[in-house]
């Protein structure tokens, strides 16, 4: 193996001139475990320069020890030496949780309402009613009853729709936008709330649309918390890409380039 990793890089994200021992590599391998070894050296190493106060620390320290029951300095002496950290180390680990918090909002806090307004369409919510058949006719008789007054959407949406949605009476949502397909996320953003839609086709269905409420998404303390992490997780996707072929293997990540089809 010629994974590049350091004793070091694992517990504080600091370069070492000692490798890992090959019985180490082994070991980690047996069990599956270089992956886990590979994303925490490169988050190790990511956050490194962060830094946090001594208020912090200490208050990280306080609920590792409730947690572990470490009670006395010699409890805690013992905990050290048991798992071979000094206490430097052992700051580190408790307080990794928050510098990667802080990581990340070093790195892109500064860009969230420009990424939210950018992508908020994505983020809006919808509730809709839908139902969906496979016969046009039908589809086509159906908007007539409920244009009509004859019958109410929910009463065919229970009765004729295809979907799972004939279990609550057609009523979809609230769901984002972002999750819906392009097309049929255009048909919502265009329709009028509470106006029935003339039967479309999509797919291998006919869909009859009724738009209930749009909610709009805010940038909250909880939106802030997600796109701090999407950026997090795409910024991660990026330094796997880095990795050398050996390590893309362990992480699962196919490093063969797309098959081109001959031409018939």
């Known amino acids: 193996m010629t994974i590049a990793l350091q004793i070091g890089d694992v517990y504080d994200g600091r370069s070492s001139s000692t490798p890992l021992p ?5 070991f980690l391998a047996s069990y599956n475990l270089i992956p886990q ?8 190493s990511a956050i490194a320069p962060i830094t946090c106060t001594q208020a912090e620390t200490s208050h990280a320290l306080e609920q590792f020890y409730q947690q572990w029951d470490l009670t006395t300095k010699q409890k805690i ?18 307080t990794r949780k928050l510098r990667v918090e802080k990581f990340k909002q070093v790195t892109w806090g ?7 307004l950018k992508y908020k369409r994505h983020f809006d919510k919808v509730i809709y009613s839908l139902i969906r058949i496979e016969n046009r006719g039908t589809a086509n008789e159906l908007f007539f009853r409920i244009t009509e007054g004859e019958q109410s959407f929910a009463e065919l949406a229970h009765e004729y729709s295809q979907g799972p949605e004939a279990d609550t009476n057609g009523i979809i949502g609230p769901v984002e936008l972002g999750t819906i397909t392009p097309n049929f996320a255009q048909l919502l953003c265009t329709s009028q709330v509470g106006i029935v839609q003339a039967p479309v086709t999509f797919g291998e269905s006919w869909v009859i649309v ?21 950026n997090f997780e795409a910024w991660f996707k990026q330094q796997l890409n880095q990795l050398s072929p050996e390590e ?9 380039p797309a098959q081109v089809q001959e031409a018939a």
């Open 210 to 230: 009724r738009v209930e409420k749009f909610i709009s998404a805010q940038l909250d303390d909880f939106m802030r918390q997600r796109l701090l992490q999407e």
């Open 77 to 94: 002496q013992d905990w050290c030496l048991r798992y071979g950290l000094t206490q430097e180390q052992l700051e580190l680990f408790v």
């Open 22 to 26: 090959t019985e180490i590599i082994s």
């Open 110 to 116: 500064h860009q969230l309402e420009s990424y939210f």
């Open 37 to 44: 070894l590979l994303s925490q050296t490169i988050i190790e």
């Open 248 to 256: 893309k293997i362990w992480m699962g990540i196919n490093t063969k």
